[in-house]
């Protein structure tokens, strides 16, 4: 018997009077689900007439609570889809057409966390601009983020990396750590509480399944030893698995996350970017665009030292990136309208006998 309180369930996400029964999702297998529940371990699958019908609901992904129809000899059907409180997503540009048109669909790929460890590598393609895109998004996850510099046996020094790391991640912890050696591991302990979930971010090979087994105190997420630091693209794991650590907290390991992209970050570039955006109401007009206008604040903190070039460059870049994402479901719309046009056109010319010339 498993006790889904354990898993961080509450009472309260129980909508009323159901006879369905909770269950944590700790890993995605394309239809099949693994699910935690008071039976303990067990499978699942959607019920298609509720997820793959009409206004259908949310597909769950690892970390989700849902609602199930227990089945003791098989695997249960998945019948809701539980409230988050904290999610990633990703644009699906898998084709869902809707008439002519595709569609871009928010794929969520992992829910419910209470902090997010953003993990890099000091000791290989150590890059800010990187930590400052997952800062973004871990903010607009609606968890804590949390960055963790991994590898740290292999650095002479780190206090220059972590120094640096500490300057772009305004209000949020980061740590240096070793899962080799066990170094700065102690200094996770705030966050590794009983019924607490944490996600791993980062690119494939800077350590996050090794932090796991090094958490863990025993091999549970597999790691490729004998793989050069720089063998990228090399994912070791595959899939997102939720994993309960002895000490009661839950981890939900992930793929070197390269494809998450900007979905929707407003507020989580404003929290991620406070101090830039502290500067705004500063200026000396209200509708300043910060370029040649006089009093500009932007332009003032950069001059005085106060907010650095490569600080406004990158909130610029990511605010643009955030932008174009929020607008590639027009764009895409607009894309079929043209090709659309031009095919009508082609038609009508070929009917015509071609363009005369
Ligand atoms: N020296 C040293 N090597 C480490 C440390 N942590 C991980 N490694 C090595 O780095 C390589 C990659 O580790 P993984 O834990 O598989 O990395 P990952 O982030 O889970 O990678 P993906 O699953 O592909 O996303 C392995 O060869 C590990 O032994 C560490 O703290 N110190
Ligand atoms: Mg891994």
């Not at 018997?1 to 909508?15: E, H, R, W």
């Not at 371990?41 to 227990?70: A, M, N, W």
């Not at 490729?224 to 994993?243: A, M, P």
Request: some cysteine.
């Amino acid at each position: 018997m498993a006790d889904l309180i354990d898993y961080g369930f509450n009472s309260k996400m129980m909508p009323e009077k159901v006879r369905d029964i909770p269950a944590r999702i700790t890993a995605v297998h394309r239809e099949r689900y693994e699910l935690i529940c008071e039976y303990g371990h067990t499978y699942g699958r959607l019920k298609t007439s509720i997820y793959y019908g009409e206004g259908c609901e949310s597909f769950p992904t690892t970390g989700d609570f849902v609602l199930v129809q227990y089945n003791c000899s098989g695997d249960s059907q998945i019948v809701k889809t539980l409230e988050r409180k904290s999610k990633f997503s990703r644009n699906d540009f898998s084709g869902h057409a809707v008439g002519y048109v595709k569609t871009v669909k928010e794929q969520v790929v992992a829910a419910n966390f209470d902090y997010v460890f953003i993990m890099a590598s000091l000791n290989y393609d150590f890059n800010l601009k990187r930590i400052e895109r997952y800062l973004t998004l871990a903010w607009q996850s609606g968890a804590i983020p949390v960055v963790i510099l991994t590898k740290a046996d292999l650095v002479e020094d780190c206090a220059e990396q972590v120094s640096a790391a500490e300057k772009i991640a305004t209000g949020a912890g980061v740590y240096a750590v070793s899962a080799k050696t066990g170094y700065g591991i102690d200094n996770l302990a705030d966050y590794l509480k009983p019924g607490k979930t944490i996600v791993f971010l980062g690119s494939s090979g800077v350590g996050k399944s090794s932090l796991v087994n090094a958490l863990a105190g025993e091999e549970i997420m597999a790691v490729n030893e004998i793989r050069e630091d720089d063998s990228r693209g090399r994912h070791t794991t595959t899939h997102r698995q939720l994993v309960m650590l002895p000490a009661g907290v839950m981890i939900i390991d992930t793929p070197g996350m390269r494809e998450l992209g900007m979905w929707d970050v407003s507020s989580g570039l404003g929290e991620a970017f406070s101090d830039v955006e502290s500067c705004f109401g500063k200026c000396r007009f209200s509708d300043c665009k910060h370029k040649s206008e006089p009093g500009c604040a932007i332009k003032e903190a950069i001059a005085n030292g106060e907010l650095s070039k490569e600080r406004w460059d990158s909130y610029l870049q990511i605010r643009h990136e955030a932008k174009f994402s929020d607008d590639k479901a027009g764009f895409l719309r607009n894309k079929e309208k043209r090709n659309k046009s031009i095919a009508k056109w082609s038609r009508q010319n070929k009917k015509n006998g071609g363009i005369k010339k």
